[in-house]
């Protein structure tokens, strides 16, 4: 197998890793022939002072640079989710830790499930699953602003169904008597869809800060030297 090699912005985040300082915001996508390997970095940051230990570090968070979604709907972000390829088994030990942070974090206790290798915790529906890899373990966060969905839904179904009203009273003649009776639920679905639409943005801001947080803790391996910041941001 072919030694994963990197490009010159990846080089510079990992050194910027090593050294504990903030990392470039890019990674350029490079074929793996190209670029120096992480035994080359090693023995340049050795002649710059940095541990080799360090080097690998900042290789391994920028590796693990999380992938994310969002789900839409009517162009609003219904949900939110993440996904870290860790490149290194999680503990029991630093599962259970995790579990605490996400009850922390959520303000939820949750509920914990094992199925073999697969472990999750989920509550309501925000879920964080972590599920075996050939590399060791990816980390799955995801959730979905279920009581916006319905409101927008049931604003909508409610609107379609003046509009059906509007077009039978218009068809039978009468749509001038009717029109008094279809301004409430009109307004009433209306209010719906508003309610439901501008607590979104923010919600999803916040859960994609918050699963960011959550998901630079447990890229490092504990009593690493490499701060969570090395996590390439979005």
């Known amino acids: 197998m072919a030694e994963r090699r990197y490009n010159d912005k990846e080089i510079a985040a990992i050194f910027r890793a090593a050294t504990e300082l ?14 120096l390997t992480l035994a080359d970095l090693q023995a340049i ?14 290789a391994q968070a920028l590796d693990a640079r999380p ?5 839409t709907f009517l ?3 219904i949900g939110v989710s993440r996904t870290v390829d860790l490149n290194r088994r999680l503990t029991d030990e630093e599962w259970e830790r995790l579990v605490v942070q996400l009850r922390e974090v959520f303000n939820a206790r949750g509920r914990t499930r094992s199925d073999g290798s697969l472990r999750q915790w989920t509550n309501g529906n925000l879920q964080v699953l972590l599920e075996p890899t050939d ?12 009581a ?3 409101s927008i839904g049931a604003g909508i ?7 059906t009203v509007a077009m039978a009273s218009a068809l039978g003649g009468y749509f001038g008597e009717a029109l008094p009776g279809m301004a409430l639920p009109f307004f009433a679905g209306v209010a719906m869809i508003v309610s439901g639409a501008v607590r979104l943005p923010r919600w999803a801001r916040l859960r994609k800060r918050q ?14 030297s490499t701060p969570p910041a090395a996590l390439p941001p979005e």
């Open 67 to 71: 992938g994310a979604a969002s789900r």
């Open 22 to 35: 903030p990392p470039v915001a890019e990674r350029a996508e490079v074929p793996r022939d190209e670029g």
């Open 75 to 77: 162009g609003l972000p």
């Open 157 to 163: 179904f409610v609107l379609g169904i003046t509009a």
């Open 45 to 58: 940051g050795r002649e710059v002072g940095i541990p080799a230990e360090a080097v690998a570090q900042g």
């Open 135 to 146: 590399t060791g373990h990816r980390l799955r966060f995801g959730t979905v602003h279920g």
């Open 148 to 150: 916006a969905r319905a």
């Open 211 to 224: 699963m960011e947080a959550l998901a630079a803790k447990v890229v490092v391996p504990p009593g690493s």
